[in-house]
């Protein structure tokens, strides 16, 4: 069988991929170098840092551009007159704005857990890291691929592309620019790119990227570029199979929302697969389904731990081994070390779930 160029050299090349979301960001304060390196050494196939420019254009690592909540911004008064209020995506959003601050006024600010109330345990880093740069990360992942002796891939995400474009602070060139200067702009790199906006994939591949590129599907809602382009098709248009084809001429491989693949019952469980896998199999396409997370609050109501608590940890690694047995090509984690267990797990099973896919 052939090496698949999807994953890191040095990872079992017969198993889905285990994409660290944010890095390890169920342990550490997500998109810090420190929650990557964490996620490396637990065992992650790839890292993904979300993409959002500063006001000189630099490419750092954010779920958002607002960052209010994942920095400690507001205590800062040199920076009270920058707080605004603007639409994004056709949404109202108050805060303060990566776009707003050059590179060297946000390395001033530290990073906090985004998800205090849920992540009590992770607070305790607040205050410790700065906002990385995707150099620092690319950087990072060349450092830790050599130190564990195989390959970490990176697996970054244009966020609201169509919104900095029309800013003049498009993000693609300066991605494809940065994965050059890297020496991973190459089909065989362990690099994979994504966006919940066709146009970006079409716009980083016109620029001469080569990686897979990845189409991010919600559940409800639009592409915000067709939207913005006054094209009526919605994600659910787009997942049917003639809609998965048409992915296809454009894209390798689709990031649906887990509940896509795998459904809830009414009562909440954990459903059925639906014909996701199969149909985007058929169009050529591979699926990384997202996000996979422990806690009580994310899971199906059959795979939470008793008692009620939001917070507590739940059976992760049951839902994530359902959607593997779906037919699932990788998944997007919080927690590295369970994903870990759960391949691991799979991969001892045999018979029960069959035997590894060969894709």
Request: glycine share 10%; charged share 25%.
């Amino acid at each position: 069988m052939p090496e698949r160029p999807d994953l890191p050299r040095g990872a079992d090349r017969d198993r889905p991929l285990l994409i660290a979301h944010r890095g390890a960001s169920g342990e550490r304060p997500e998109h810090t170098l420190a929650a990557y390196e964490l996620a490396a050494r637990l065992g992650a196939d790839y890292l993904e840092p979300d993409l959002v420019s500063t006001a000189d254009g630099h490419l750092v690592v954010r779920h958002e551009n607002e960052i209010g909540g994942t920095t400690d911004i507001a205590d800062h008064p040199e920076f009270t007159d920058r707080h605004a209020t603007k639409v994004i995506d056709g949404q109202s959003v108050a805060g303060w704005f990566t776009e707003d601050l050059t590179l060297a006024e946000l390395r001033t600010l530290r990073c906090r857990e985004r998800l205090p109330d849920l992540r009590p345990g992770t607070t305790a880093y607040d205050g410790q890291f700065t906002v990385p740069t995707l150099v620092e990360v690319l950087d990072l992942r060349a450092r830790l691929s050599a130190e564990l002796g195989r390959g970490i891939g990176v697996y970054p995400e244009t966020k609201h592309p169509t919104y900095f474009r029309e800013l003049g602070l498009a993000l693609e060139q300066p991605l494809v620019a940065a994965l050059e200067s890297a020496g991973l702009n190459s089909s065989d790199a362990p690099v994979h790119l994504q966006s919940f906006e066709l146009g970006s994939l079409v716009a980083l591949r016109d620029l001469g990227a080569r990686a897979p590129l990845v189409f991010l599907v919600e559940c409800v809602g639009a592409p915000y570029d067709l939207v913005a382009a006054g094209d009526s098709r919605s994600f659910g248009d787009l997942l049917t199979p003639s809609g998965l084809a048409e992915l296809a001429r454009w894209v390798d491989a689709i990031g649906p929302h887990k509940d896509l693949v795998i459904g809830r019952e009414a009562d909440g469980s954990l459903g059925r697969p639906t014909s996701l896998v199969a149909d985007a199999h058929a169009a050529g396409l591979r699926v990384h389904p997202w996000t996979f997370r422990r806690e009580n609050t994310f899971l199906p109501t059959d795979l939470r731990s008793p008692g009620g608590d939001p917070t507590a940890a739940g059976d992760l690694v049951t839902e994530i081994r359902a959607h593997l047995a779906a037919g699932v090509d990788g998944f997007f984690t919080d927690h590295t070390d369970l994903g870990v267990q759960a391949l691991t797990r799979t991969q001892g099973l045999g018979s029960e779930n069959g035997p590894a896919r060969q894709v």
